[in-house]
């Protein structure tokens, strides 16, 4: 049976490329960097050669990217370790909105019980926020803003250079999780003011387990791991060589052009996911959305049903975000674009990669069409 994977927003299939490069490392380069000998040395100087790679991306100097272990890892790092090394400054209020990622909400949530406390930006409903309403959410004890870049259910691109222009204005610090949309749409921490931001490996065609935090030179922040003193002394641990190596090349072989195209194959998409009767868009369009990310809704069918058939014809989407799904719970994010109830549960998720072909989506097409005939027959609602 024919497979097509269309659930690239929870990962991506590791470029061939990818693959090659960190092979070695697994064998004749497998020293430990942090080894004075010449085996060691190998290693240290491929992870500062990544290093270099990935700050070139966004403008950033090498010593200030801190490899982790991913996308989860660095939101953590940025939240956490901002807040307990500025809590005898009385800067504790956190700043962000209610289309986070779970590895965002969740430690403010933890951190309300250490004094913190955090304001929730509303978004419109195509889940851009009010850049009003955050310059008037800032207070005199405001420590941090963070905003999720591209968002991983519904694509929505914030504007970051003008929000960037809000908190340097105010003296306050921004992060921005760019998991999602690193890569994949322009990012300049110079330009925008980017004070801490997430990278991840696996969601750019790299290898799971490897990430990254770009702290800016001067913020002040804690280590998140102590230990030997890795990642000069913020973030110990012996370094993923092989990860950080295929994360690097993962972003060395990105380009305009296969943005563009599946930009283009994520257009075509949705205007035939249109076509079917009673189906709406979520999210933004154009270049305001990220250029993988498609978000429907099916009036009268149930998308985990939905996504079960799809499954059966070997295709493969998403009926949430894949770090929330085990939970069952509703998405907060489309709750929060004033989607109701009976169109959260009739949402699916279709995000693309440059592997995905036009006759993917066709054949994807032609499936869904006669699925969501057959359940909306047999729905209570139709």
Not at 9 to 24: I, R, W
Not at 68 to 81: F, M, P, Q, R, V
Not at 232 to 241: H, K, L
């Amino acid at each position: 049976m024919k497979e097509i994977y269309l659930d690239n927003a929870a990962t991506t299939k590791v470029d061939e490329k990818v693959v090659k490069a960190m092979l070695s490392y697994f064998g004749e380069k497998y020293g430990n960097a942090s080894s004075s000998h010449g085996v060691g040395k190998i290693a240290r100087d491929a992870i500062e050669k990544a290093r270099a790679e990935i700050a070139k991306s966004i403008n950033a100097k090498p010593e200030e990217i801190f490899f982790t272990s991913g996308g989860t890892e660095s939101n953590n790092w940025a939240i956490k370790e901002l807040f307990f090394v500025n809590m005898n400054s009385g800067k504790k209020h956190i700043i962000t909105t209610k289309i986070e990622h779970p590895s965002i909400t969740e430690v403010c949530e933890m951190l309300k019980h250490l004094g913190a406390k955090t304001t929730y930006l509303y978004v419109d409903k195509e889940g851009f926020i009010d850049l009003k309403q955050l310059e008037k959410s800032i207070e005199k004890d405001t420590l941090l803003v963070s905003i999720i870049h591209g968002n991983n259910e519904i694509g929505t691109i914030q504007n970051l250079e003008e929000i960037g222009k809000i908190t340097r204005k105010h003296g306050i610090y921004l992060h921005a999780d760019a998991c999602q949309s690193y890569c994949k749409t322009k990012i300049d921490v110079e330009k925008q003011n980017i004070d801490l931001l997430t990278l991840n490996s696996h969601k750019i065609h790299g290898p799971k387990g490897v990430g990254a935090l770009f702290i800016r030179k001067g913020v002040k922040i804690a280590p998140f791991i102590n230990g030997g003193g890795h990642e000069r002394g913020m973030r110990s641990g012996t370094e993923n060589v092989a990860g950080i190596v295929g994360f690097a090349e993962a972003v060395k072989i990105s380009n305009e052009k296969d943005v563009k195209k599946i930009a283009e194959l994520r257009d075509y998409t949705i205007k035939k996911l249109l076509e079917i009767p009673r189906t709406r868009l979520n999210g933004s369009i154009g270049n305001k959305r990220l250029c993988n990310n498609v978000n429907v809704s099916f009036r009268d069918v149930e998308g985990e049903a939905l996504g079960q058939h799809l499954e059966g014809y070997g295709i493969y989407v998403s009926t949430g975000s894949a770090c929330a799904s085990h939970t069952l719970k509703k998405s907060h994010v489309l709750k929060a674009i004033s989607l109701n109830d009976l169109e959260i549960n009739s949402s699916i998720r279709v995000s693309i990669s440059k592997f995905t072909t036009k006759t993917d989506i066709d054949y994807f097409i032609d499936v869904l069409k006669k699925i969501v005939e057959k359940l909306r027959k047999m729905s209570p609602f139709s």
